[in-house]
């Protein structure tokens, strides 16, 4: 168990610290300065709900038979 962890733990140890973060900065001679955005409108989250109750399963021997492909 142990050499299994320092398997796992070893690459990731070394690869943490030889990582480097990159470099963001900000620039003024950006062409495009404006950009349009569109507003935001609400939208309830359980606006399209609708509810449905459980219901016994139905034949499917005629809706399997409906929707296999024709023979010949």
């Known amino acids: ?14 690869s943490g610290c030889a990582a480097t973060l ?10 495009d300065t404006v950009s349009s955005v ?5 939208q309830s989250t359980i606006g399209g709900y609708t509810h449905r109750m459980p219901v016994d399963p139905k034949p499917w021997r005629s809706l399997n038979d409906a929707q296999a492909p024709k023979k010949g």
């Open 1 to 14: 168990m142990k050499r299994l962890f320092l398997v796992v733990a070893l690459p990731l140890a070394l």
């Open 22 to 31: 990159p470099e963001v900065v900000a620039s003024d001679d950006n062409p």
């Open 38 to 42: 569109s507003a935001v409108r609400h």
